[in-house]
């Protein structure tokens, strides 16, 4: 059984970067399509970024393409979402998943869920 871990939250100004950390204990993640959501106070948990067993294959939701950028390093048993030009609307707790098969982009495709990062963007 995966556990993972989130990290790398913190509070930051309105354009700032933060990058965090999603590292796995128990078993490897190798081989295995990892994502990232976030759930803002109030709202739904919203799908933000898919990465692929090897890397090679990402998804990212419209709101922060070009901004947030995945990656995994698979000799570390992590995952990483790098964050850049940070505004008010990304606030929220940030999640990792293990995909477990169906559509990439809802929750419902995941397990092994962390209990999240928060990440507060300061105007």
């Known amino acids: 059984q995966v556990q993972v871990v989130e990290s790398g939250g913190g509070v930051v100004q309105v354009g700032g970067s933060l990058t965090l950390s999603c590292a796995a204990s128990?078993?490897?993640?190798?081989?295995?399509?990892m994502g990232w959501f976030r759930q803002a106070p109030g709202k739904e948990r919203e799908f933000v970024a898919f990465i692929n067993w090897n890397g090679e294959n990402t998804h990212y939701s419209n709101s922060v393409e070009g901004r947030f950028t995945t990656h995994r390093d698979n000799a570390k048993n992590a995952v990483s979402l790098q964050m850049n030009n940070l505004i008010p609307e990304d606030t929220a707790v940030y999640s990792c998943a293990v995909f477990n098969g169906g559509t990439y982009f809802s929750d419902k495709a995941y397990n092994n869920w962390g209990r999240g990062t928060q990440v507060t963007v300061s105007s």
């Open positions: 128990g078993r490897t993640i190798r081989g295995y399509n």
